[in-house]
């Protein structure tokens, strides 16, 4: 059996993010990743409410998770519609502690339209 533990830690603020989307422009569509996962969350937008877009790029998304307080490591990245903050979020996961019946870590969340840090969470998976 699985478990996964978040525990929020707090909301940040986007004084890192002015640099990182300079550094990780999205000047090219396909630098926003996957088009039909890039569609689907932004109809999960529509149909939830306000319409939402994604303008961020994951690399520039981690950058403001890493200026914020995410620590380095090996990471993953995935969007998805985010009902508490009502928007497209980039979460970006970093495992912190690996072991044989599961792992530790931490995921950013980070605003896909505006690269605005909206907090950090520690989670813990039992396999």
């Excluded at 969007?79 to 530790?104: C, K, S």
């Amino acid at each position: 059996m699985r478990s996964v533990w978040i525990l929020l830690l707090g909301v940040g603020c986007d004084s890192a993010a002015d640099p990182c989307l300079d550094m990780f422009p999205a000047d090219d569509p396909a630098a926003l990743g996957d088009p039909e996962v890039i569609s689907g969350v932004e109809a999960e937008c529509v149909a939830a409410g306000p319409p939402c877009t994604v303008s961020v790029t994951p690399e520039a998304a981690a950058c403001v998770a890493h200026s914020n307080g995410l620590p380095e490591g090996p990471q993953t990245s995935w969007l998805v519609y985010h009902h508490t903050f009502e928007t497209a979020v980039w979460n970006i996961q970093v495992v912190l502690d690996e072991r044989p019946d599961g792992m530790d870590g931490q995921v950013a969340s980070v605003d896909a339209g505006s690269g605005e840090f909206l907090g950090l969470s520690e989670f813990s998976a039992s396999y």
